[in-house]
């Protein structure tokens, strides 16, 4: 069952001929981690061949999948909060969209934090902060600021375009927080 849960939702993704299988194996002694070993598959093509997820699976894939296996297991284990940290690496576009509306999805159930920089992602949100650093004597600090509305349009326009803001930016911006 979790397996076709997990293929499901990687049909969501773009993912639509991915393939997992998960293999447990006895092994001949006893070790930290029990007495068996476990090795997740993938076959992301059409008549693929199984491969561990270390060979199969691209960037963008092992976010997906990540993203797919947390999203399931998050529905039976009751966690008060989840930090996802640039799961959208090798993602864009549509992909990127249901990524968060997933993240979005699971926010019903728990507290989501998305560390990310793709703008799609960081629109859903529902509070967004935005985490910069800076060099003072020498010393380079990290610092988080909430960002409300008109502060956001800006951030996600910069996300879009680059710093130097166009008014489609700008546009572009609004209509992902809309």
Do not use: C
């Amino acid at each position: 069952k979790l397996v076709s849960n997990i293929e499901k939702l990687l049909a969501e993704l773009g993912m639509p001929n991915a393939k997992l299988k998960i293999e447990i194996n006895p092994v001949e002694r006893f070790t930290n981690y029990g007495s068996e070993d476990m090795a997740w598959l993938l076959s992301a093509n059409k008549g693929g061949q199984f491969n561990t997820l270390k060979k199969a699976a691209s960037g963008g894939e092992l976010s997906r999948i990540m993203l797919a296996i947390k999203a399931i297991l998050s529905q039976y284990i009751k966690l008060p909060s989840i930090i996802f940290d640039e799961i959208d690496t090798g993602v864009s576009g549509e992909i990127s969209n249901k990524m968060a509306d997933i993240m979005s999805q699971m926010s019903k159930q728990m507290q989501v934090f998305s560390i990310t920089h793709l703008p799609q992602i960081a629109a859903k949100g529902n509070t967004h902060f935005k985490v910069y650093k800076e060099d003072i004597n020498n010393v380079t600090t990290s610092n988080l600021i909430k960002l409300d509305y008109d502060e956001r349009v800006v951030e996600l326009a910069q996300m879009l375009g680059g710093t130097k803001i166009s008014d489609s930016a700008i546009a572009h911006a609004k209509q992902l927080l809309n």
